[in-house]
Each structure stands twice: as C-alpha cells, then as structure tokens.
C-alpha cells in the first residue's frame, strides 16, 4: 500500500549541509514516520521521527543541527541536516507507520511497517 523513495544523499565536507527526502505513494497522513541511518558493520538507529500531529523526536547525537518535517500536500517527508559531522556518514533510510506516540520516543526499526531502500551520506573531514 505504501512505497518510499529516498533521494538527497551524498557526499559534503565537515560542516556542510544536506537535505533527504522522501516521495511517498499511498496514504502516509496519519502514519508515524521517521528517519533511521545505518553505518556498515553497526545496528540500525533511529535519528528523528514525527507523528500525526507535527510532534518530533531526536536522537540526542543529532538535536540542533537536524530537522525532520513532513509535506502532507505532497506525501513527502525530509530531513535538512546541517552542521554535519563525519559521524553521520551512514545509510539513511525513511520509515513510515511507527508506533503510538513516536513523535515521543524513538523506537526501533522492528516497530515501522515500511521502508525505502536507503540513500548514502558520506561526511568527510
């Protein structure tokens, strides 16, 4: 019923700024959705989510120098990542249908229903 397509990733330097984004097909309005990223040989973590009703949660490794938002007119979700930092190369990928309340907590990967195939940020020095 849902599909999620990734885009924005790629290489910057230390301090540089990116922006993902996420194009969704099907009804995602009332679905909890969020960011997870992905570095080779670590478990998948969560960076920011958003619930129905605007509220947004942060891995505290990201808090003030990440955003997430959504564009419910487009079916869209972002992430403007600023500030950034080599740490924050990994995959990143958008999720979507989380659990109850997860503009609150973020939960993990196991508790969101739908995936996208992940786009790479690498953040060099």
């Known amino acids: 019923q849902v ?3 990734e885009s924005g990733g790629g290489s910057v330097q230390a301090g540089g700024s990116l922006r993902l984004s ?11 959705m969020a960011w997870f990223r992905q570095a080779p040989g670590k478990e998948r ?3 920011a989510a958003i ?14 120098r990440f955003t997430i938002s959504k564009d ?3 079916n869209s979700l972002h992430l403007q990542m600023n500030s ?14 989380g659990p ?8 993990p990967p196991h508790e969101y229903k739908y995936w996208g195939q992940g786009t790479q940020v690498t ?3």
Do not use: I
């Open 123 to 125: 953040v060099s020095s």
């Open 72 to 74: 419910n007119a487009k």
């Open 22 to 32: 996420c194009a969704a097909s099907g009804y995602t309005r009332s679905y909890c």
């Open 51 to 64: 619930d129905s009703d605007g509220s947004t949660v942060y891995a505290d490794s990201v808090k003030g």
């Open 84 to 97: 950034l930092k080599p740490e924050d190369t990994a995959m990143y990928y958008c999720a979507a249908d």
């Open 100 to 107: 109850f309340m997860c503009g609150y907590r973020l939960g």
């Open 45 to 47: 973590e969560g960076v």
């Open 3 to 5: 599909q999620l397509v």
